[in-house]
């Protein structure tokens, strides 16, 4: 997929995704814009330079997400008069199954504040492309363990929970794309 959006000319990736609120003062319904990833995925291709012919390529990912594109999101937030959670270590998981209790704990003493399955490799590969990205995710659920999921992950709680912050986010995404600083 990043391949084909920056084959298009793509000039900048904001993804969106659902995510579980690993922290205590993350709740169902709110949107965060991720700084940092951790990545606890394993064998899924995360770089465009492996194979035959192929010459091992290193990127810098101090950064994983593009500052400048960050901030054109907060301001689009501030325009609307959108809440968002500017920050938060996103914890990419392999799924498709949902975490343990005792994996979210790990993750929380690892300093992640939420949990997806989304994340990586696309931000890696974007950095390959050298195209600015940068995340939305919007709070579904509380992780394993945590609050009303304390005993176990509602489905039906989850989609019931994710209808109208993505509306929040659909208009927040226009408000991104007027602004232009990418587009």
Known sequence: NLW??????????????????????????????PHQIIDYTWGRRSTFHEGDGCTVTHVDFTHPYDELLRN?????????????????????????RLE??????????????????????????????????????VVANYAAGRADSAHGISFD????????PM???RSLLETVAGCGVFL
């Open 4 to 33: 084909a959006l920056w084959s298009k000319k793509a000039t900048a990736i904001v993804s969106v995704a659902s995510v579980g609120g690993i922290r205590g003062d993350l709740a169902p319904g709110d949107i965060v814009v």
């Open 72 to 96: 054109q999101i907060l301001t689009a937030a501030s325009m609307i008069g959108e809440e968002v959670r500017m920050g938060g270590v996103y914890a990419a998981t392999q799924g498709p």
């Open 100 to 137: 343990t209790a005792a994996e979210i704990n790990r993750m929380e003493r690892d300093g992640a504040d939420l949990v997806g399955m989304t994340g990586m490799p696309e931000a890696v590969l974007a950095r390959e492309l050298d195209l600015p990205y940068a995340a939305i995710n």
């Open 157 to 164: 709680a989850i989609l019931g929970e994710l209808g109208a």
């Open 167 to 169: 509306g929040r986010v």
